[in-house]
C-alpha cells in the first residue's frame, strides 16, 4: 500500500465513528500502515483506541506509545499526557506494576507546569489507586476528593464519576457501607450521563459490582451485572465484558447454577487475557476451582487454584476447603489461619472486616473439623458483628448457620435445631440452595442428635435432593450415606408429572449464521426467558443442556399455559425487535420414577419424542394429556404418529397459540 497522509477529514469522520463506538469503520478508515509518518498523533490514538475495543490489545499498546510520542513532538504535553495516562492505566491491569509507574512519572514530568486537564485528573486518580493498593483508605479518599472537584470544574463526567466510585469502594473498606452504596449509585448515575468515556464507564460498572459483591449485596450485584452487560452490548466493546463475566460465574456459583458458572468463568479467562487484563484472571479461574470443588472435581479445583495463584490470588477459603475435602485438616486449618493472619483485625471499621468475612464461615468449618470448638466460636463472633453491622441478608445466614454447627458441637442440640431451621430457610428466600442444602444437613444432624430420627431423615433426603440436582455428587453420597443407603441404591419414587421438554430448531444453521459471539447473547437472552417464565408458572427444571430445557410440573394445566406463554413472547420480541429464535414445544403426562430431583422412565423419552416431531413455533401435546384438561386453548388433532425408538404409534395433537396480533 502507497504511503499516504491521512487528511482532516477522514480523522473527523473516525472520531466520529469512535465516539459512536464503531470500531470497524474507525479501522477502515485509518487502517494501513500507520507509523508516525502516515497518521499524526491524533489518529495514532483513535487508531489505537478502535484497535482496544476491538480486541488488538498489542496493536492498541504500540498505536497509544507513537501517540504520545507525536502529540510530545508536536509540542502538546497536555495530550501526550493524556495518552500515557492511559498507558499507566492499562499496564496496571496487565499486572505489569514497574510499566505502570514509569508511564505515570512520565505523566506527572508532561504536565508539570500545565493547566488543569483530563490528564490532572487520572493522574490523581491512578495515586488514589495506588494508596488503595496500600491501604491507606484516607489518603486515597483525600485523592479522590481532589479528582472530583478538579473534573466538576473541567467538566469531566468520566473522571468525576471515576472518583466518585473508588470514594465509595474506600467508604466501604472503612465500614461505612450506607455511604459507599450511596457513592456507588451516584458514580453510575454520572457514568450513565453520556457524557463519560467508555473505559471510566466501564470501570464505574465493575466498580459497583464488586461492591455489592462484597457487601454481600447479591440481589443488587446480579441487577448492575444485567445492566453492565447490556451496557457493554450497546457500545460493541470488549474487554470489560470479561470482567463482569467474573462478577455472572460468581453469582451462578452462590444460585448453584455450576455448570454455567465454571462456562462463564472460563469466557471471562478467554476474554480477559485477550485484553491483557491479567488482574481479573485469577479470580476467574477462583470461581472454576470453587464450581469444580463443590461437584466433587477435587483434582479440577486443585488445577484452577493453582491457577489463580499463578495470577496473584491467594484462593481463600477455596483452597483451604479443597485441603479439607481431600482429608488434610490439620492442613487447611493451618493455611487459613495464616491467610486471616494476613488480614489485620478490625481497627475503627477499617477494610479488614469485609475482607476477613468471606473467610470466616470456612474458618468455623475447618476449626469444627479440627475439634477447635473455641476458634470457631471466635471466628462466629467476628462475623456476628459484622452481619450486625452491615445488615446483608447473606452476612446474617452465614452466621445463623455457623452459630448452629457451634451450637451442635458443643451439644446444645435445642439450640441447633431452632438456630438452623432459620438457617437453611434464610439461604432458601435469598435464591441459593448450595448453602441452603448445607444447613439443612446440619439441621438433620441436630434433630439426629435429639432423638428425632424421623425427622433427621427427612432433612437428609431434602438436602440430598437439592445436592443431587445441583451436581454436588459429593455432598449427596454423603447425605445417602447418613441415610443408611449406598450412593446408588435409592429406588426412587413413581409419581405422576406433566414433562415438558423444548429445544430451539435449527440451532447449528443459526450459529453458522449469527456467529458465535452473537450466539452466545441470544442463548442468555432465551435463558434468562425461559427461567424467569418457568418459576412464575410453578415448574420444575429437571435439566438444561444447551438450547434445550427438560420441565416438569405437577399440573397439565400448568404446563399448557406456560408453553403458550414462551411462544407468545419469542413472538412477541420477533414483532417488535425483527428476530426471536424459534422454540418447538413437547408435552406428556406420565408416570415415572423421581430420583435425585430427575425423572426417567418410558413417559420421559415419549414427551421428548413428541417436542421431536414439532416444527419451530408450534406446541405439540400428548391427546392422552388432555384427558380431564379443561383449557381455553384450541386444540388441533393431529391423530397418531409414530415416535422414535417407541414402540407403539402416540396420539399427538396441537396447541393453537397464535393470535391475529401476533
Known amino acids: 500500500m502507497a504511503e499516504r497522509m491521512v487528511n482532516q477529514d477522514i480523522l473527523e469522520l473516525a472520531r466520529l465513528a469512535v465516539e459512536r463506538s464503531d470500531w470497524t469503520e474507525a479501522r477502515e478508515l485509518l487502517d494501513g500502515p500507520h507509523d508516525a509518518s502516515e497518521l499524526d498523533a491524533l489518529g495514532l490514538d483513535l487508531w489505537g483506541e478502535a484497535a482496544w475495543w476491538s480486541g488488538d ?342 452466621a445463623a448457620t455457623c452459630r448452629g454447627a457451634i451450637d451442635l458441637a458443643k451439644g446444645d442440640v435445642d439450640a441447633a435445631v431452632t438456630m438452623l431451621s432459620d438457617a437453611w430457610r434464610q439461604w432458601r428466600d435469598i435464591d441459593m440452595p448450595y448453602e441452603s442444602a448445607r444447613a439443612r444437613a446440619l439441621l438433620g444432624a441436630a434433630l439426629e442428635a435429639q432423638g428425632d430420627a424421623e425427622g433427621a431423615a427427612m432433612e437428609y433426603r431434602a438436602a440430598r435432593t437439592v445436592m443431587a440436582k445441583l451436581g454436588a455428587d459429593r455432598d449427596a453420597d454423603r447425605l445417602s450415606e447418613l441415610l443408611g443407603e449406598s450412593p446408588h441404591d435409592s429406588k426412587g419414587d413413581r409419581v405422576t408429572r406433566t414433562f415438558v421438554f423444548t429445544d430451539i430448531v435449527t440451532s447449528t444453521d443459526l450459529i453458522g449464521l449469527i456467529g458465535d459471539s452473537a450466539w452466545e447473547d441470544l442463548i442468555r437472552w432465551h435463558d434468562r426467558l425461559m427461567d424467569e417464565t418457568i418459576d412464575d408458572a410453578g415448574g420444575e427444571v429437571v435439566s438444561h443442556t444447551g438450547d434445550g430445557y427438560f420441565v416438569a410440573f405437577t399440573d397439565p394445566d400448568a404446563a399448557i399455559d406456560w408453553a403458550v406463554v414462551v411462544q407468545k413472547r419469542l413472538a412477541t420480541h420477533r414483532r417488535d425487535h425483527g428476530f426471536a429464535p424459534e422454540v418447538r414445544i413437547g408435552i406428556h403426562t406420565s408416570e415415572a420414577t423421581e430420583r435425585d430431583a430427575n425423572y426417567s422412565g418410558q413417559g420421559v423419552h415419549i414427551a421428548a419424542r413428541i417436542m421431536s416431531s414439532a416444527d419451530g413455533g408450534h406446541i405439540h401435546i400428548s391427546t392422552s394429556t388432555l384427558d380431564g384438561v379443561e383449557t381455553s386453548h384450541e386444540i388441533r388433532a393431529l391423530g397418531p404418529k409414530e415416535l422414535k425408538g417407541i414402540t407403539d404409534p402416540v396420539d399427538v395433537s396441537e396447541i393453537v397459540w397464535s393470535t391475529p396480533s401476533l
Request: hydrophobic share 40%; with cysteine; aromatic share 8%.
Open 57 to 398: 490489545a498489542d496493536d492498541a499498546l504500540v498505536a497509544f506509545e507513537e501517540a504520545a510520542a507525536a502529540f510530545e513532538h508536536e509540542g502538546n504535553p497536555v495530550e501526550a499526557a493524556r495518552v500515557t495516562a492511559k498507558l499507566a492505566y492499562l499496564a496496571a491491569r496487565r499486572q505489569a506494576m514497574a510499566v505502570a509507574g514509569g508511564w505515570m512519572a512520565k505523566t506527572e514530568a508532561l504536565l508539570d507546569g500545565q493547566p488543569e486537564s483530563f490528564a490532572h485528573g487520572w493522574l490523581r486518580v491512578f495515586r488514589g489507586i495506588m494508596a488503595m493498593r496500600e491501604r491507606d483508605w484516607e489518603g486515597a479518599i483525600s485523592l479522590f476528593a481532589e479528582a472530583r472537584e478538579k473534573a466538576v470544574g473541567i467538566g469531566d463526567a468520566g473522571i468525576e464519576a471515576l472518583a466518585t466510585s473508588f470514594t465509595g469502594y474506600s467508604k466501604s473498606q472503612q465500614g461505612d457501607w450506607e455511604e459507599a452504596l450511596r457513592l456507588a449509585d451516584a458514580a453510575t448515575l454520572t457514568a450513565l450521563s453520556g457524557r463519560s468515556d467508555l473505559r471510566s464507564t466501564g470501570d464505574v460498572y465493575c466498580n459497583t459490582i464488586a461492591l455489592c459483591r462484597d457487601l454481600g449485596e447479591f440481589k443488587r450485584a446480579s441487577e448492575w451485572t444485567e445492566e453492565a452487560e447490556r451496557w457493554m452490548r450497546g457500545k460493541a466493546v470488549g474487554g470489560y465484558p470479561g470482567v463482569c463475566q467474573v462478577h455472572r460465574a460468581e453469582l451462578q456459583r452462590l444460585k448453584g447454577h455450576f455448570p454455567e458458572a465454571e462456562k462463564a468463568a472460563r469466557q471471562a479467562c478467554i476474554e480477559l487475557q485477550k485484553f491483557q487484563l491479567f488482574d481479573g484472571i485469577g479470580f476467574a479461574q477462583y470461581e472454576i476451582g470453587e464450581s469444580r470443588r463443590r461437584r466433587g472435581d477435587l483434582k479440577g479445583a486443585q488445577a484452577a487454584f493453582d491457577k489463580a495463584y499463578e495470577y496473584g490470588l491467594s484462593g481463600q477459603p477455596g483452597r483451604s476447603l479443597l485441603m479439607m475435602d481431600q482429608g488434610d485438616v490439620e492442613g487447611a486449618f493451618g493455611s487459613l489461619t495464616r491467610a486471616l493472619d494476613r488480614i489485620p483485625l478490625a481497627d475503627s471499621g477499617r477494610s479488614s472486616r469485609l475482607q476477613r468475612a468471606r473467610l470466616l464461615p470456612s474458618m468455623v468449618d475447618i476449626a469444627l473439623a479440627a475439634g477447635d470448638v473455641e476458634r470457631a466460636e471466635q471466628a462466629w463472633k467476628e462475623l456476628d458483628e459484622v452481619a450486625n453491622d452491615y445488615g446483608a441478608a447473606s452476612w446474617t445466614a452465614f
